[in-house]
């Protein structure tokens, strides 16, 4: 790559990282932040240390974020401007070096070899260094998000953590510079989380040469019955011809290696699996009542497991997808999954019908389904169904 290349990259990494803000700004993860930061010591150049952002959490706390395509690229002028910028403001308590999540694998392994220089528990192998780390795109994000949410209970930071990932995607999705550098296979364009954009495109089978458009939401209207539907992101592809696909997905994201996927009540499992079979309607019901197989009849326990037997790919069709539930299968039915692994950051894709085909071909487990059955809130009322989330 020529240095006229080099420096175009750079600039466009860093309208990237602009863009990461705004996003992080409308979540509320952030106060503000600043592009451009300067500041100086008395009686010098009052603008002699810079930074391309900081950014100021509700908390008052800030960090700067330099951004690079290169280790090379004059990181001991970030050494020092970061240095100098936290001693001049006390507020400053991180300063972070983010590179991009497409970056080359080669370059990408001397990003992770400096971070642990710098961040070794062993003194004397250790780096001095004013960065408090180096990390990816995707990293940075994460760990933003982590002190965004930290005062919040558990439950409350999964239950942001979940509805911000939808809206990650759909912004990934609508991003111009994720666009451009996928049809024109623009290695000077860097994209914002580009490699989740181009697991995406994969799946759903698109042609960069007659795709025009890509427009994303997760506004999706509410089932008729007024439940929420499967899909959590709506991806509607223009292409040249004139003519519109929607791509449906549901977005799981977790540290768990099981979720919870699907709650209904009895009634309605069986108005959706067999409606005209009374006594999968009567013996349902019964593991309503109940909670649990344990407490239930050891009779219509055994009736349940022998009824679902063969409803079983219509039930995981239906559970992880929404699939011949109520609803607007274009819309309301999730024909993608996307599974986040907060441990590993790891995105894994798969289409609703192989993931069904893997939850069938692992152990079974309750009723011998690839489900665990339970219920949610009070006893009674409903059937929650869990599974495994990472296959």
């Known amino acids: 790559m020529s240095n006229v290349d080099k420096q175009k990259r750079g600039i466009s990494f860093k309208d990237v990282m ?84 497409s ?27 004013p960065l408090y780390a180096l990390l990816s795109q995707e990293s940075f994000s994460n760990m ?28 990934i999705m609508t991003n111009p510079h994720n666009l451009e550098k996928w049809k024109n296979k623009d290695s000077v364009i860097d994209g914002y989380h580009y490699t989740t954009f181009e697991k995406i495109v994969n799946i759903i089978g698109i042609d960069r040469t007659t795709t025009t458009e890509i427009d994303a939401t997760t506004d999706i209207p509410k089932l008729p019955s007024g439940g929420s539907p499967k899909t959590d992101v709506l991806i509607k592809v223009f292409f040249n011809d004139g003519l519109a696909k929607n791509f449906t997905f549901s977005c799981k994201r977790t540290d768990q290696k099981s979720v919870s996927v699907h709650q209904y009540k009895a009634d309605t499992f069986a108005d959706v699996l067999a409606p005209d079979d009374d006594e999968l309607r009567r013996v349902l019901n019964a593991f309503q009542t109940c909670g649990n197989k344990r407490d239930m009849v050891p009779e219509d326990a055994q009736i349940l497991e022998d009824k679902l037997q063969p409803l079983i790919p219509q039930l995981c069709q239906w559970a992880i997808g929404g699939v011949g539930g109520e609803g607007d299968p274009n819309v309301q039915w999730a024909h993608y999954i996307i599974a986040y692994d907060d441990n590993t950051q790891e995105i894994v894709l798969h289409t609703t019908a192989e993931y069904c085909k893997k939850l069938v071909a692992q152990k079974a487990k309750a009723f011998r389904t690839p489900f665990s059955w339970t219920y949610q809130g009070d006893r009674g009322t409903n059937i929650q169904l869990k599974c495994s989330i990472f296959l």
């Not at 690229?73 to 991009?100: G, S």
């Not at 930290?150 to 995607?169: A, C, V, Y």
């Open 18 to 101: 602009n863009e990461m803000m705004e996003e992080a700004l409308k979540v509320g993860y952030i106060k503000s932040y600043v592009k451009n930061y300067e500041n100086g010591y008395p009686a010098h150049d009052p603008n002699q240390f810079k930074a391309p952002l900081k950014i100021t959490f509700h908390d008052n706390t800030e960090w700067l974020v330099f951004s690079t395509t290169s280790l090379r690229d004059r990181i001991k002028q970030q050494y020092w401007d970061a240095h100098h910028l936290k001693i001049l403001n006390h507020y400053i308590t991180r300063a972070f070096l983010v590179y991009p999540d």
């Open 144 to 171: 933003l998000e982590e002190y965004a949410l930290q005062t919040l209970g558990r439950g409350k930071q999964k239950d942001s953590k979940g509805k911000n990932f939808e809206k990650r995607i759909a912004t």
């Open 103 to 129: 970056i080359e694998e080669k370059e990408k392994n001397l990003f992770v070899a400096k971070n642990e220089k710098i961040n070794t528990e062993e003194p004397d192998k250790r780096e001095f260094c």
